[in-house]
């Protein structure tokens, strides 16, 4: 018999945060389907690796590496199908995958990269969350009531209060926290939870290429921005991850349809 508490589906797993999330579920007590772009398959396999090697109640844990562009819907959907027929069902959508691009003032945004960023931030996560509901939809019908579900998205605290320089990606993440609301609003009766996390910078490559952007060095970066946060440091991937293992567990049962701030305290919703 599995004692495995689930399987969750982690997009972007191959490093930062989605890579954090993705071996905390699994310290948790998961079955984990992680996904990136298929040039990230490398990095992606070796998380899938890591993961292997957590034990849970004396079990390997199971994984399962899956190459998919989220901005395809027939790709997403496909990827929560093999996530079914190799895993037994989706317990856990983390729609963690997104692009940041350079800054850019608002009015010089070409069109093509606010596309771009709409397509991962908004499309993709649209897309992970229309497959993964209707799968725990039926698995809720199947288990007569029984079985519920999360989902949990990416946003970030520029969708609370945005930031010069990031007119596309700040309303991208807004989008989020409307695309979660509604979810968790229509998803309630079947006992699935909707969520989205809202971090402050979190060190990643993601920061460590805007950093270059700033044409300042990575370590300058931190040491400038960590001013600006009254715990004195930039979050760590882990403290994200640890949220979301809070967001799907049974201690946060009546918690939806909020993107929760983890920022260090250098903004207060
Ligand atoms: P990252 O750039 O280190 O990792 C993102 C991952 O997503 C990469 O592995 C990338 O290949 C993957 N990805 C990109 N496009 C994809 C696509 N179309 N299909 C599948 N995978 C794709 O970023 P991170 O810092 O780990 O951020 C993870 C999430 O958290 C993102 O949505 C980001 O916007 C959000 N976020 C990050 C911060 C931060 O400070 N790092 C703050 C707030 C929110």
């Not at 945060?17 to 699994?26: E, K, Q, S, T």
């Not at 389907?33 to 849970?56: C, G, Q």
Request: a neutral charge; hydrophobic letters at 40%; proline letters at 3%.
């Amino acid at each position: 018999m599995s004692i495995s508490k689930g399987v969750a589906i982690v997009t972007g797993a191959s490093r930062g945060i989605g890579r954090a999330i993705a071996l905390r579920l699994a310290h948790d007590g998961y079955a984990l389907a992680i996904n990136d772009i298929p040039s990230n398959l490398p990095m992606l396999n070796s998380v899938k690796a890591e993961i292997e090697s957590i034990t849970y109640g004396g079990q390997k844990t199971k994984a399962l590496s899956i190459t998919a562009d989220v901005r395809e819907e027939e790709q997403v959907k496909a990827m929560v199908e093999q996530t079914v027929k190799d895993l037994g069902s989706v317990d856990v959508m983390v729609a963690n995958a997104g692009i940041l691009q350079a800054m850019t003032p608002m009015v010089d945004t070409p069109s093509k990269d606010f596309d771009q960023t709409f397509a991962v931030n908004v499309r993709g996560v649209f897309f992970c969350y229309k497959y993964a509901a209707k799968q725990m939809i039926a698995q809720h019908q199947q288990r007569g009531g029984a079985a519920g579900g999360n989902i949990i998205g990416a946003s970030s605290a520029v969708a609370k209060q945005a930031s010069p320089g990031f007119a596309a990606y700040s309303a991208s993440k807004w989008a989020v926290r409307g695309l979660t609301q509604a979810s968790a609003l229509e998803l309630a009766p079947y006992g699935i939870r909707v969520n989205a996390y809202a971090p402050g910078y979190i060190d990643t490559k993601m920061v460590e290429e805007l950093s270059t952007g700033h044409k300042r060095e990575h370590k300058q970066f931190l040491a400038e921005e960590s001013q600006n946060v009254p715990l004195g440091h930039m979050g760590t991937p882990e403290d994200v991850a640890n949220l979301v293992s809070f967001l799907v567990s049974d201690k946060a049962s009546y918690i939806t349809g909020q993107s929760m701030s983890v920022n260090g305290g250098f903004f207060f919703d």
